[in-house]
C-alpha cells in the first residue's frame, strides 16, 4: 500500500512539474532512483460549487458530480469534500508604483491571506511569498511558519515597473517543493494586484501554460481603484479561470452603501467619503478584509475529484477538461484543462 501510494506521487510529480522531480529522501538514506515517468496519469481537478447568490455549496456527493475529458465521460477514482485541505500558497505581491494609493490596505490584505493559508500549527500547510515589480523576486521560500512571512511583507516598499508573468513562471518553476505536491498538498496562487505586467521577459501565454502543467490554481485579489478603468484586469481573469480560480474586486463596492455622494458637489471633488477620514479608511479596509474571506473561504471548501483519463491521444497537447454538477442554479469553478505532458 505505502510503495503504491508512493508511486503515485512520483508519477504525478513527474507528469504536472515543469520538469522530472525527485522526492528529496531522508537525510540518512541515500538517494534513490529517479521518480518513475510515463504519458498517462491520475488527473486531479478541485472543484468549487455555489449558488445564485454566490454562497459555497459544500454538501454534495461524488454522485452528484460528472467530469468529461474531451467531451467523454470519465470514472471518478477519488473523491472528497474535507474542508481545509492541506496547501501550499504562494503570495504573488505586486510592488509597482501602482500600488501606492493604497499600500497599507494591500499589505494588510497579504498578512491575512498568510495567516489564514498557513497557519504555522501543520505543517501540512505551507506557504512563500514573491514579490515583482521591474524584476520577479523570491523573497521567502516555502515554509510552514508564516512569521517570516508576515515580517517581510510589512517591510516592502512599491516602486518601479511589474512582472507579473515573471513572477507566475518562478512560482512554478524556482522554489522549494513539499513533498506530495501536487496531489497532497494541492497548488494555490494568490494575486494581490491589478494584473497589469510591463517587465516581464515572459509573456501570459508562457505563464499560463506553465501553471497548467504544474496544477496551479490561481486566485486574485484586485488592486484596481473605484472609478478606474484597467484593460490588463481581463489577462488577471484568464489567468485564474483557466486555472479554476476567480477574481475579487475588494475595491469596485466599497461606495455600494453610500447614497446621495453625486447630488452632493464639493470644491474637493465629488467623493461619496472624504479621503483622508476614518470613514474612507475603514471602507476600504472592510472590501479587503471580506476579498480575502472570499479567496480564503474558496481554496479551504473546495471538492478534489480524480481520475484515470480512459483514452489519451499522443498528438493532442492540451485536454479539455468539463464538470458538470446535477443541481439547477450552481455555478461550477474547475480548471478547463490540462498538459499531460512535462515541459518539453
Given at each position: 500500500?505505502?510503495?503504491?501510494?508512493?508511486?503515485?506521487?512520483?508519477?504525478?510529480?513527474?507528469?504536472?512539474?515543469?520538469?522530472p522531480?525527485?522526492v528529496?529522501?531522508?537525510?540518512?538514506?541515500?538517494?534513490?532512483?529517479?521518480?518513475?515517468?510515463?504519458?498517462?496519469?491520475?488527473?486531479?481537478?478541485?472543484?468549487?460549487?455555489?449558488?445564485?447568490?454566490?454562497?459555497?455549496?459544500s454538501?454534495?456527493?461524488?454522485?452528484?458530480f460528472?467530469?468529461?475529458?474531451?467531451g467523454?465521460?470519465?470514472?471518478?477514482?477519488?473523491?472528497?469534500?474535507?474542508?481545509?485541505?492541506?496547501?501550499?500558497?504562494?503570495v504573488?505581491?505586486?510592488?509597482?508604483?501602482?500600488s501606492?494609493l493604497?499600500?497599507?490596505?494591500?499589505?494588510?490584505?497579504?498578512?491575512?491571506?498568510?495567516?489564514?493559508?498557513?497557519?504555522?500549527?501543520n505543517?501540512?500547510?505551507?506557504?512563500?511569498?514573491?514579490?515583482?515589480?521591474?524584476?520577479?523576486?523570491?523573497?521567502?521560500?516555502?515554509?510552514?511558519?508564516?512569521?517570516p512571512m508576515?515580517?517581510k511583507?510589512?517591510?516592502?516598499?512599491?516602486?518601479?515597473?511589474?512582472?507579473?508573468?515573471d513572477?507566475?513562471?518562478m512560482?512554478?518553476?524556482?522554489?522549494?517543493?513539499?513533498q506530495g505536491e501536487p496531489?497532497e498538498?494541492?497548488r494555490?496562487?494568490?494575486?494581490?494586484g491589478?494584473?497589469?505586467?510591463?517587465?516581464s521577459?515572459?509573456?501570459l501565454?508562457?505563464?499560463?501554460?506553465?501553471?497548467?502543467?504544474?496544477?496551479?490554481?490561481?486566485?486574485?485579489?484586485?488592486?484596481?481603484?473605484?472609478?478606474?478603468?484597467?484593460?490588463?484586469?481581463?489577462?488577471?481573469?484568464?489567468?485564474?479561470?483557466?486555472?479554476?480560480?476567480?477574481?475579487?474586486?475588494?475595491?469596485?463596492?466599497?461606495?455600494?452603501?453610500v447614497?446621495?455622494?453625486?447630488?452632493?458637489?464639493?470644491?474637493?471633488?465629488?467623493?461619496?467619503?472624504?479621503?483622508g477620514?476614518?470613514?474612507y479608511?475603514?471602507?476600504?479596509a472592510?472590501g479587503m478584509?471580506h476579498s480575502v474571506?472570499?479567496?480564503?473561504?474558496?481554496?479551504?471548501?473546495?471538492?478534489?475529484?480524480?481520475?484515470?483519463?480512459?483514452?489519451?491521444?499522443?498528438?493532442?497537447?492540451?485536454?479539455?477538461?468539463q464538470?458538470?454538477v446535477?443541481?439547477?442554479?450552481?455555478?461550477?469553478?474547475?480548471?478547463?484543462?490540462?498538459y499531460?505532458?512535462?515541459?518539453p
Amino acid at each position: 500500500m505505502h510503495l503504491r501510494f508512493a508511486l503515485s506521487l512520483l508519477i504525478a510529480i513527474s507528469l504536472f512539474g515543469q520538469s522530472p522531480a525527485t522526492v528529496a529522501p531522508p537525510n540518512n538514506q541515500p538517494p534513490g532512483p529517479p521518480p518513475i515517468q510515463v504519458q498517462v496519469n491520475e488527473v486531479i481537478v478541485p472543484v468549487t460549487v455555489t449558488d445564485d447568490k454566490g454562497r459555497f455549496v459544500s454538501d454534495l456527493d461524488q454522485k452528484d458530480f460528472t467530469v468529461f475529458e474531451e467531451g467523454k465521460q470519465q470514472e471518478i477514482q477519488f473523491f472528497t469534500r474535507e474542508r481545509s485541505q492541506p496547501v501550499v500558497a504562494g503570495v504573488l505581491l505586486d510592488l509597482s508604483n501602482a500600488s501606492r494609493l493604497h499600500w497599507k490596505n494591500y499589505q494588510d490584505a497579504a498578512v491575512e491571506l498568510v495567516q489564514n493559508l498557513v497557519p504555522g500549527d501543520n505543517p501540512k500547510f505551507s506557504g512563500y511569498l514573491i514579490g515583482y515589480s521591474n524584476t520577479a523576486d523570491l523573497l521567502l521560500d516555502t515554509g510552514s511558519d508564516p512569521e517570516p512571512m508576515v515580517q517581510k511583507i510589512q517591510k516592502l516598499r512599491p516602486s518601479g515597473g511589474a512582472a507579473l508573468y515573471d513572477a507566475i513562471y518562478m512560482a512554478c518553476t524556482n522554489r522549494k517543493l513539499i513533498q506530495g505536491e501536487p496531489i497532497e498538498p494541492r497548488r494555490v496562487l494568490v494575486v494581490v494586484g491589478d494584473g497589469h505586467d510591463n517587465a516581464s521577459k515572459k509573456t501570459l501565454e508562457e505563464a499560463l501554460e506553465i501553471a497548467q502543467r504544474n496544477l496551479v490554481t490561481i486566485y486574485g485579489i484586485s488592486t484596481v481603484a473605484f472609478g478606474f478603468a484597467n484593460d490588463s484586469n481581463k489577462n488577471l481573469v484568464r489567468l485564474a479561470e483557466e486555472t479554476g480560480g476567480r477574481v475579487v474586486y475588494p475595491l469596485e463596492g466599497v461606495f455600494n452603501d453610500v447614497a446621495g455622494y453625486i447630488s452632493t458637489p464639493s470644491d474637493e471633488g465629488n467623493y461619496p467619503l472624504k479621503v483622508g477620514t476614518g470613514q474612507y479608511a475603514a471602507e476600504i479596509a472592510n472590501g479587503m478584509y471580506h476579498s480575502v474571506e472570499a479567496v480564503v473561504g474558496e481554496v479551504t471548501t473546495q471538492y478534489i475529484i480524480r481520475y484515470i483519463p480512459n483514452s489519451t491521444d499522443a498528438r493532442k497537447q492540451f485536454r479539455d477538461i468539463q464538470v458538470k454538477v446535477s443541481l439547477a442554479n450552481v455555478k461550477v469553478r474547475a480548471r478547463k484543462g490540462y498538459y499531460p505532458f512535462a515541459v518539453p
